[in-house]
Every structure is written in C-alpha cells, then in structure tokens.
C-alpha cells in the first residue's frame, strides 16, 4: 500500500481553482473536480435531474437542469441554495469516495473543492491549498467568463467564507497573478512532497 497524498484545492470564484487543477494534470496528477461532477449530475441521465425536477419542476427542461433556471429561482428564493446543497452534496461525497478507491495505487490525488472549508471536509485531506489573487483581478476575471451577472454573484460570494480568512487556513497558498507563477508554484509544491521521485 502506498503512502498516498490527498491534496484539496479551494478558493473563492474567479481565484483561479480551475487553472491550478488543470495545471496539476498535465504534471501528471490525477485530478477530481467538483464542477465538473456537479455537471454531469445536472446533465440529462444525471442522478440529480430527478431529485431536482421534485424541487423546482420548472428548472427541469428536456430532460437537464436549466442553470439559468436554477439562476432565477435562486435571485427570488436564495433559500433554494441549500436545498440544492441538500441534493447535490451526498452525490458529491459518493463520487468523491469512488474516486479515492479506484485511484488507491496513485501517490497523489488533488481535489478541486470550491466549498471546502464551508462543507467542513478539511481534515479528510493531507494538504490543502488556498489559490487567491486580488480582487480587481478576481473581478477581471469574472467579467470575462459573463456567466453570471452582479445580484447572482453576490448571493454566491455572500456563501463562501472571505478569502482573508481562507489564506489562514490552507497549509499552502498560491498567488494565481500569472499562468507561469502558478505553474512553478504547482512543480514546486509536487517536488516538495516528492511527487517525481523515482
């Protein structure tokens, strides 16, 4: 049985998670993402599209969730949030933990949790790693994506715990200001617990 590592990756929208975790699979590391399990569960077939159709029929559409649906419905309701949380949660920690068994041979296995710290799931991991970046590039950048407008970003940011307090609880903490930096920073953090030795 090898000593495995399980690194958690976290940080608040637009910080740069998604760039970190694409970066440390292409060093190799075998990556789980949280969004991207998120969705396939809102995905026609996915296991959240019936639970869902139960709570809000309306965000259910030929058969997926509607994300501008769920949008709206959550702008005029934000207790909505958590009974999607309620739904979505369970099937996040059985994929997670399928992930784990069938990756048991694997050094190194790193976690993209937006919500880490706020679903309490910090002391299931070896090593968590904070990505942050300043807030008129965190704007910048949220900007760009035009995925959500200012009112559904709020309800968002108002859920996440502030990125200063984030910073103090992760055992590493990457400044994402530039593609390069944070390739090194990834490259740095693998050779520091031994991830390329032979």
Partial sequence: ????????????????KSTA???FKDE???????????H??????GLAVAEVAKLIPSCVVDGLISRDRLKNKI????????????IINPHLASDRLNFIRNNSDKKVLVFDL???FENNLENSFDIILVVSTGKEEQDKRLRAR???????????KSRQIPDKEKR?????????????KTKQDVKNLLKEIGYFDA
């Fill in 146 to 156: 035009g995925t959500m407008d200012e009112e559904f970003l709020q309800i968002i």
């Fill in 28 to 38: 190799g590391g075998f990556v789980w993402s949280a969004d991207e399990v998120v």
């Fill in 114 to 116: 937006p919500l880490l």
């Fill in 1 to 16: 049985m090898i000593n495995q590592i399980k690194i958690a990756l976290t940080g608040s929208i637009g910080m740069g």
């Fill in 168 to 180: 103090k609880l992760g055992h590493y903490v990457f400044e994402t200001t530039t593609l390069e």
């Fill in 75 to 86: 702008k005029k309701n934000k207790s909505i949030l958590t009974l999607l949380e309620n």
């Fill in 21 to 23: 975790l694409k970066l």
């Fill in 40 to 45: 396939k569960l809102y995905s026609k077939g």
